[in-house]
């Protein structure tokens, strides 16, 4: 009984043996933590709150979103801004598969408040951190604030997570904007734009591994030019 029970684990440790090297080669399980939204600094709110008034006023004389004097003054700012992280081109043509996105995330350097008329979303104002001082940057993205809010609503209700939970990549140098959310263990990524040369389809979301297999080669061969 002895050698059996002796037989019997010496066989379950060389299965264990075995299958942690197979984990080794196929990277059983996610390879890294899923990121964490960025928290917004404080700071940010109360540019936003200036902001919407010059948003208000610049409705008199350009369309921004916002039609009659009465929409103009139920115009209010979303509870659930979005964060944006930008991604430098130097900084992802250095990423490294084996530690993830956390190498790309940093501070938000904007954050996109979409701004509602009776709780539809018609317009945005963006605040951004210019040398430490949040301000105004941005006024009445209206194709932004729409494309934004369809795909993170679409999705929050997909994943079932709370919109708030988003927050956004955006790559000037390709000009590629990726909305961000934890789904159980792993981070996925959204286009909010179809785009050919990574095969993105708006509100179609890719694991971020996924979705940075295809970017990286396109940044590490990217000459700068525009086309």
Not at 10 to 17: K, L, Q, S, V, Y
Not at 130 to 138: I, P, R, Y
Not at 187 to 197: A, H, V
Request: proline share 8%; net charge positive.
């Amino acid at each position: 009984m002895r050698s059996l029970a002796s037989a019997n684990f010496m066989g379950a440790i060389a299965a264990i043996t075995i299958l942690a090297g197979i984990c080794g080669i196929v990277a059983c399980g996610p390879r890294y933590d899923p990121v964490p939204a960025p928290t917004i600094p404080p700071a940010a709110q109360p540019a936003a709150s200036t902001s919407i008034l010059t948003l208000q006023k610049m409705s008199k004389i350009q369309n921004v979103g916002l039609g009659s004097p009465g929409e103009v003054r139920r115009a209010t700012l979303s509870s659930e801004p979005v964060p944006v992280v930008t991604v430098r081109l130097d900084a992802l043509r250095k990423y490294d598969s084996k530690q993830g996105l956390s190498q790309l995330t940093a501070s938000p350097t904007e954050v996109i408040y979409p701004v509602s008329v009776d709780s539809i979303v018609r317009s945005s104002v963006t605040v951004a951190d210019v040398a430490g001082n949040w301000q105004g940057s941005k006024y009445g993205d209206i194709d932004l604030a729409k494309r934004l809010n369809a795909v993170r609503t679409g999705e929050a209700k997909r994943a079932n997570v709370p919109a708030s939970s988003f927050f956004m990549y955006r790559i000037p140098a390709l000009g590629v904007e990726l909305l961000a959310h934890k789904e159980g263990e792993e981070t996925k990524l959204t286009p909010i734009d179809d785009d050919p040369r990574f095969a993105f389809k708006a509100g179609h979301t890719l694991s971020a591994e996924e979705a940075m297999r295809r970017i990286v080669p396109v940044a590490r061969s990217y000459n700068g030019l525009p086309g």
